[in-house]
Each structure stands twice: as C-alpha cells, then as structure tokens.
C-alpha cells in the first residue's frame, strides 16, 4: 500500500490545486458559519409576532400574524387598497386616531390568534 504524500511535496508539485483546495475550504465553513447564524436567528424568531406600528401596511400585519390580508382590510374598511396604505395613512383618512384604529386591529388579531 503506498503512503500518501506529505503536504510539503504535494505543495511543491501543485500548487493551484492546493490554492484552490485552501480556497474551498475556507469558502465551505464561512458558508456554513452564516448559514448556522442564520437559522439560529430565524429559529428564534419564528412564533414571533410584532407589536402592531403606524407605519405597517395591512399586507405587512397580515403576513406577520398569518391573517389573510382581505380579511383585515375588510375589517379596517380598505378592501381595494390593502397593501399601499399605511395604518396611519388609514386612520387619518377615517378620521380617528392611529392608537385607536391599531388596539381595534389588536383586539381582532389576539381573538383570531386564540
């Protein structure tokens, strides 16, 4: 059986190859690094849900709480213009306060999420 070759001879004789092999490698574990980061955070994330803010679209909310979009836009009587307007923008346009119009959003969404 014959030994393998020592790194010094197999530098010496090829080294491209080594260069190259040196680059894979070092490409593989920081690939590897970010993808652990990664899902490590989105792990963590993952049954999160945000506090609701005057600057979320209804589709962004929607998407957030897994709530069909319609549904909440119905609710917040926007059914045509769901993903361009900002809660903001919709209260104002109703005329009511934002923290009025995101504690009705609040109340709907915990009884859905139950």
Request: glycine share 2%; aromatic share 8%.
């Amino acid at each position: 059986m014959k030994r393998p070759a020592p790194l010094h001879v197999l530098w010496e004789h090829h080294k491209p190859t080594m260069i190259l092999l040196g680059l894979a490698l070092v490409l593989a574990v920081f690939f590897t690094v970010r993808f652990t980061l990664h899902w490590v955070y989105w792990q963590d994330h993952r049954n999160l849900r945000p506090d609701i803010e005057p600057w979320m679209t209804v589709g962004y909310v929607a998407h957030a709480w897994h709530t069909p979009a319609l549904d909440l836009a119905t609710l917040l009587g926007q059914p045509e213009d769901i993903r361009r307007k900002t809660l903001e923008e919709i209260a104002h346009e109703q005329n009511r306060p934002v923290a009025e119009l995101i504690a009705e959003l609040n109340a709907v969404l915990e009884k859905v999420a139950q």
